[in-house]
Nanobody, 120 residues
Framework: QVQLVESGGGSVQAGGSLTLSCSYT?????MGWFRQSPGKEREGVAA???????LYLDSVEGRFTVSKDDAKNTLYLQMNNLKPEDTAMYYC?????????????????WGQGTQVTVSS
């Protein structure tokens, strides 16, 4: 089992920045950030694997950066130039299986989420 706890969400104006953090109890092969807003399907925002390779949703490429610090057992999502359409509940997730992916169906462990609200 892996326990995940997100933090760092909040309310910002468009163009602002936030950094989300996710503490985890042990390392896994791949970790990711996902988001979901009411009435929409959960989508993979960014993922990073044990080799440091990463993957991004097209709409956040160049604005968001995923990173992790295994010494601190923490995953991060640096979000810059936020837009109102980035408003959602953001979740941290992890999987042990090999393969870098943003497909939420393949992740086994999930945090409770942290809300991000971007106003125009």
């Amino acid at each position: 089992q892996v326990q995940l706890v997100e933090s760092g969400g909040g309310s910002v104006q468009a163009g602002g920045s936030l950094t989300l953090s996710c503490s985890y109890t042990r390392s896994t092969h791949c970790m990711g950030w996902f988001r979901q807003s009411p009435g929409k399907e959960r989508e993979g925002v960014a993922a990073i694997d044990a080799f440091g390779s990463d993957l991004y949703l097209d709409s956040v490429e160049g604005r968001f950066t995923v990173s992790k610090d295994d010494a601190k057992n923490t995953l991060y999502l640096q979000m810059n130039n936020l837009k109102p359409e980035d408003t959602a509940m953001y979740y941290c997730a992890a999987k042990d299986s090999f393969g870098l992916t943003r497909a939420f169906q393949l992740y086994h462990y999930w945090g409770q989420g942290t809300q991000v609200t971007v106003s125009s």
